[in-house]
């Protein structure tokens, strides 16, 4: 169901912004037994995209504003922590073609410590970011967000 919804979503977003068609070809890298997305095929990009998260595109996803940062009034039990261990903290969003993220798709790649996978998931729902795009159309797509630091001392 929800990926009925997003398709949904997507092509009705693709077809209410799709630039006039042309013949010209991107230079996307292909997916090994696809062709190139024709620039301004909004329709097959998007198709594609929703097929497959990871697609390569021509721009990711990135944020536009990220309010409230990330890590912002972090416990001090916490800072000593990760201060005297290291952390690392990986996550992954799909980022729709409005730039909202989908939070239902947040995933927890790896956490050294519980507060900072937690603060990510609280704060990441208010942030908003540039679709990523593939021949100059807007595709729903995967950010992926990693974080390190090593221990002090």
Known sequence: MKSVLLIAI????AVACSPPRSEQVVGVRPMESQSPVAQGDCAEAVRRAVAEPDLDVDSLPRPVTQRPPPFARMPWAVKQ???AEGSAVKVEVLVDTLGRPVMKTFTVVESSHPWLAANLKS???SWRFRAAR?????VPRVWKFSAT???RG
């Open 10 to 13: 997507a092509l009705v977003t």
């Open 81 to 83: 922590k990760i201060d």
């Open 123 to 125: 704060s990441i729902p």
């Open 134 to 138: 593939l021949s100059g159309c807007k």
């Open 149 to 151: 630091s090593q221990a």
